[in-house]
Structures are given as structure tokens and as C-alpha cells.
């Protein structure tokens, strides 16, 4: 009788269940294309608004090229502000939340600190600065870390699951705006050059037929050609002007003016990246 009270407590004892703790998901490191895409992202919403306002700036104090150049130049600073406050305390930046990566420290996966964020900021300029190399390098890393993620003892992982198609999407994007980015960086530097380049020696082009003209007219009014910059300046009614615009544009120590009876030669350099030697008549 005892032994069939026990059997009975025992058969209507609760049986606890013992919940299967959720399983992680596996931390894997981005791959190249997601971290192209998000670092693209960035410096655009970075870049624009700067290029914008920079724009603004140029067109209202109209100062030497040398000063433009060190104006768009300083984007680099509002950027690197950027991801240094993003890239650390476990914040995101834009384009690595929209890609569904983070940054994180390559022994614990916790987020970056501060200070190793701005290292990790700065190597940007590092790996941009070795003809790109600094990034090449996360092509041939296991875990994809480039330069600047060495600098900072950093490795940018996956921050959430991502479907078949999503990841196929961003690695056929990514690889196609790679090709578009070293397609135009080679044309840069072994082509033509940018639109922006190509813009500046056209407009010492110009400049210089502006003098063949004030040659003419010289000619007209005083029977020959002259090799002195200064009077021609005084026959463009604003000498002040014609003078800016000469230095805004071209290499003054690079300008000749060479003169004969019956024609002239002018030769100067733009002041584009290559210094582009430019001639009128050419």
C-alpha cells in the first residue's frame, strides 16, 4: 500500500521543463562589399552637406585656389568626428546601421572605446593615403580588417542575420561601386582626370585666349605686340580684376608671353593637379 502511494505521488509529481537557453547568433566579420557600401554611405552624408556649404562660402569671399583647395580639404575633420562619436560606445553610423555592421574590439566584440575609435578614424586617412593598400588589405585578411582596424586592434562584424537575398544584393552592389570607385580614381590618376581638374585647365584655356584678344587690341591701337602682361591688363578695363583672374588661374611663374612682328606665342600652366602646360594660340 505504501509502495503505491509513492508510485502515485511520484506519477503526479509536475515534471519541470527545462527551457533550452536561446542560442546566439554567430558574430561573423562583414565582408568587403557591406563595408564598402557603408563607408560610401557615410562620407556621403558627411561630404554633401560640406561640398554645400563649402560652395557657398568660396562663391561669397572669391579667394585663391590654393585656399579652395584647403576648404574642401577640411571635410576630413567633420568626418573623422563623425566616426570617432559613432564608431564608439556602442553607437553605429548610418551607413553601417543601414548595411547591418558594426564595429567592435577584435578580442571581445565589445564596443570601441573613445579614444580607440579616433585611432581607428585617423588610419582612414592612413589606408587612403598608401594608394589605398590600407584598404586592399581586408581583401586578403580572414576576418577582412584593413589598416586602420589594426590601428585600432578593431573588426567590423555583422550586427543582425541578413537573408540569401539580402546579402547577395549588397556584395553585387558593393562590387559594382568598387569597380565604378577604381575605374574613376584611374582615370584620375593616369587619365584625363576628374570633370573638376578638367575644369580648371579649361579655364586657364580661356584665360589665355582672354590675353590673345588683349593682344589684338593692343596691336590695333599701337601698331605691334607686346610681351608685358601689365599693359594688357590695363586694356581690359579692370586691371584689378584681370589681375585676379590671371593668378586664380594660372602659374605665374610659369607664364611667357613671346612676342615677333608679326604674332605672338603665349604659354603658362594651369593650375590643375598635374600643372597642365597650356598654349594660345594652341
Same mark, same amino acid.
Given at each position: 500500500?505504501?509502495?503505491?502511494?509513492?508510485?502515485?505521488?511520484?506519477?503526479?509529481?509536475?515534471?519541470?521543463?527545462?527551457?533550452?537557453?536561446?542560442?546566439?547568433?554567430?558574430?561573423?566579420?562583414?565582408?568587403?562589399?557591406?563595408?564598402?557600401?557603408?563607408?560610401?554611405?557615410?562620407?556621403?552624408?558627411?561630404?554633401?552637406?560640406?561640398?554645400?556649404?563649402?560652395?557657398?562660402?568660396?562663391?561669397?569671399?572669391?579667394?585663391?585656389?590654393?585656399?579652395?583647395?584647403?576648404?574642401?580639404?577640411?571635410?576630413?575633420?567633420?568626418?573623422?568626428?563623425?566616426?570617432?562619436?559613432?564608431?564608439?560606445?556602442?553607437?553605429?553610423?548610418?551607413?553601417?546601421?543601414?548595411?547591418?555592421?558594426?564595429?567592435? $574590439?577584435?578580442?571581445?566584440?565589445?564596443?570601441?572605446?573613445?579614444? /580607440?575609435?579616433?585611432?581607428?578614424?585617423? =588610419? *582612414?586617412? &592612413? %589606408? +587612403?593615403?598608401?594608394?589605398?593598400?590600407?584598404?586592399?588589405?581586408?581583401?586578403?585578411?580572414?576576418?577582412?580588417?584593413?589598416?586602420?582596424?589594426?590601428?585600432?586592434?578593431?573588426?567590423?562584424?555583422?550586427?543582425?542575420?541578413?537573408?540569401?537575398?539580402?546579402?547577395?544584393?549588397?556584395?553585387?552592389?558593393?562590387?559594382?561601386?568598387?569597380?565604378?570607385?577604381?575605374?574613376?580614381?584611374?582615370?584620375?590618376?593616369?587619365?584625363?582626370?576628374?570633370?573638376?581638374?578638367?575644369?580648371?585647365?579649361?579655364?586657364?584655356?580661356?584665360?589665355?585666349?582672354?590675353?590673345?584678344?588683349?593682344?589684338?587690341?593692343?596691336?590695333?591701337?599701337?601698331?605691334?605686340?607686346?610681351?608685358?602682361?601689365?599693359?594688357?591688363?590695363?586694356?581690359?578695363?579692370?586691371?584689378?580684376?584681370?589681375?585676379? $583672374?590671371?593668378?586664380?588661374?594660372?602659374?605665374?611663374?610659369?607664364? /611667357?608671353?613671346?612676342?615677333?612682328?608679326? =604674332? *605672338?606665342? &603665349? %604659354? +603658362?600652366?594651369?593650375?590643375?593637379?598635374?600643372?597642365?602646360?597650356?598654349?594660345?594660340?594652341?
Amino acid at each position: 500500500m505504501e509502495e503505491h502511494r509513492i508510485q502515485n505521488i511520484m506519477e503526479d509529481a509536475p515534471v519541470e521543463t527545462v527551457a533550452e537557453a536561446p542560442q546566439e547568433l554567430e558574430a561573423k566579420p562583414a565582408g568587403v562589399a557591406e563595408r564598402f557600401i557603408a563607408l560610401l554611405i557615410d562620407w556621403s552624408i558627411i561630404s554633401i552637406p560640406y561640398q554645400l556649404l563649402a560652395a557657398f562660402v568660396i562663391n561669397r569671399i572669391q579667394p585663391d585656389l590654393e585656399i579652395i583647395y584647403a576648404i574642401l580639404g577640411c571635410v576630413i575633420i567633420p568626418f573623422i568626428l563623425y566616426e570617432t562619436i559613432f564608431g564608439s560606445g556602442g553607437r553605429n553610423t548610418l551607413g553601417k546601421a543601414l548595411v547591418g555592421i558594426r564595429v567592435a $574590439d577584435v578580442q571581445t566584440g565589445e564596443p570601441l572605446s573613445l579614444p /580607440r575609435a579616433f585611432i581607428r578614424a585617423v =588610419g *582612414y586617412l &592612413i %589606408s +587612403a593615403g598608401l594608394l589605398m593598400c590600407g584598404f586592399l588589405l581586408a581583401f586578403i585578411d580572414n576576418q577582412h580588417r584593413a589598416l586602420h582596424d589594426y590601428l585600432a586592434g578593431s573588426v567590423v562584424m555583422q550586427a543582425r542575420p541578413k537573408s540569401w537575398g539580402e546579402r547577395t544584393a549588397l556584395t553585387l552592389t558593393g562590387a559594382l561601386l568598387m569597380i565604378v570607385f577604381v575605374s574613376v580614381s584611374y582615370s584620375q590618376l593616369f587619365g584625363a582626370g576628374s570633370l573638376a581638374q578638367q575644369r580648371l585647365i579649361n579655364r586657364a584655356q580661356e584665360h589665355l585666349a582672354k590675353i590673345g584678344y588683349l593682344e589684338e587690341v593692343h596691336r590695333m591701337h599701337f601698331g605691334y605686340y607686346t610681351n608685358d602682361l601689365l599693359r594688357l591688363s590695363i586694356l581690359s578695363g579692370d586691371p584689378v580684376q584681370f589681375q585676379r $583672374d590671371t593668378h586664380a588661374v594660372l602659374d605665374n611663374r610659369n607664364f /611667357r608671353i613671346g612676342v615677333s612682328e608679326n =604674332g *605672338y606665342k &603665349i %604659354s +603658362a600652366q594651369a593650375k590643375d593637379a598635374k600643372k597642365t602646360k597650356v598654349y594660345y594660340p594652341g
